[in-house]
């Protein structure tokens, strides 16, 4: 009886992964519906004709500069971000060192 039972909860498993897969060509931005309003998401392709405000800034805080992979890897991501925005490292507020406390 156990062995059904595991048997037909990993088959449940396996098909709840698959059921919500697709296949990833549709670039249409998505509807999210909360209970005080709807915000409409973009994808990437969609911000050509988005223009960043002039006083816009970001800001990102790291325990270590780039000499270490880990926040290096957050630092590039950001910076790719804001030039995928028609931003430059102007609009970046980057404080490395900081320590965790």
């Known amino acids: 009886m156990k062995k059904l039972l595991t048997l037909v909860m990993a088959l449940v ?4 992964m698959f059921a919500g897969c697709g296949n ?27 223009t960043l405000p002039a006083d816009f800034k970001v800001g990102l805080i790291c325990l270590h500069d780039n000499l270490s992979t880990y926040d290096k890897n957050f630092i590039d991501a950001m910076k790719e971000a804001i030039a995928e925005l028609g ?4 609009n970046l507020m980057l404080k490395t060192g900081i320590p965790e406390g």
Do not use: R
Not at 13 to 16: K, M, T
Not at 37 to 49: C, F, L, P, R
Not at 87 to 90: K, Q, R, S, Y
């Open 87 to 90: 931003g430059t490292e102007a």
């Open 24 to 50: 990833g060509a549709d670039n249409t931005p998505v509807e999210l519906k909360t209970k005080t309003n709807n915000v409409q998401v973009k994808t990437a392709e969609n911000y050509s004709d988005y």
């Open 13 to 16: 498993f396996a098909l709840g």
